[in-house]
């Protein structure tokens, strides 16, 4: 009895064991679908304007593709925008400089360049002269933002260029070490602006420090004036 007893509960542990390797794997499986995952989308009403704020190294290429759906009342579901609404979409550097300011169509594509690292602001709002088409609706914007080497069709430039897969490979490879390079400049670039401002708070401490004693040894020394004639005026000393 004693050793059915000792069997069995290994028994069961090992059929559990089995059945949970196939949904652990599962998962597993469903986190690395999801890490390729990178599709989204927003909604903005007749007045709204969206902005994402993006760090981005300096020389780098950005691109962004954009589809808009409006918003059907019938079917109560997000279709296809039409061709006369329009997609105005307006870039700012972190010195909020205007580098890109122009009118796109209800599905498109824009392309800039950074020339000043830092937080790039991208702003989206629908065209302010269409509003009658979809009037007290919402719009559906599917946004996808691509930032150096993966800015590249490496398709594309492999047909144009006659290139071989080895050719084609060492290509992404020198481009993905140039982006690692201008992040690496990018991250010493925050990391000199933090340790000034960290330098620049510091000192100001100090001197608020030196202020405050100096206020308060002025304000004790006008207190014991303060006091010593008032009690000479009283004649107590």
């Not at 020389?59 to 039409?82: H, V």
């Not at 260029?161 to 201008?182: G, N």
Request: overall charge neutral; some cysteine; glycine content about 6%.
């Amino acid at each position: 009895m004693l050793s059915v007893s000792s069997v069995c509960p290994g028994r069961k542990m090992a059929s559990l064991r089995i059945r949970m390797q196939p949904c652990l794997f599962s998962v597993l499986l469903l986190n690395v679908l999801c890490s390729f995952v990178s599709a989204l989308y927003f909604h903005i009403g007749e007045t709204e304007k969206k902005c994402f704020i993006e760090e981005i190294p300096d020389e780098t290429m950005i691109i962004g593709n954009y589809r808009t759906q409006l918003y059907d009342k019938q079917t109560a579901e997000y279709l296809p925008a039409t061709q006369g609404l329009g997609m105005f979409v307006e870039v700012k550097d972190p010195d909020d400089k205007v580098i890109l300011s122009r009118q796109y169509g209800s599905e498109g594509r824009f392309t800039f360049t950074s020339h000043t690292p830092g937080e790039h602001q991208i702003c989206l709002h629908s065209n302010s002269s269409k509003f009658s088409l979809f009037a007290g609706g919402m719009l559906r914007v599917h946004l996808d933002i691509q930032v150096g080497e993966h800015a590249n069709n490496y398709a594309e430039i492999a047909a144009k260029d006659k290139l071989t897969e080895l050719q084609l490979r060492v290509r992404q490879l020198v481009e993905q070490v140039d982006q690692i390079q201008k992040e690496q400049n990018y991250q010493r670039y925050r990391e000199e602006r933090f340790r000034q401002t960290s330098e620049s708070t510091n000192q100001r401490v100090l001197w608020w420090s030196i202020v405050q004693t100096l206020i308060l040894v002025a304000i004790g020394i006008w207190q014991m004036r303060h006091l010593k004639s008032f009690f000479e005026a009283k004649k107590l000393v």
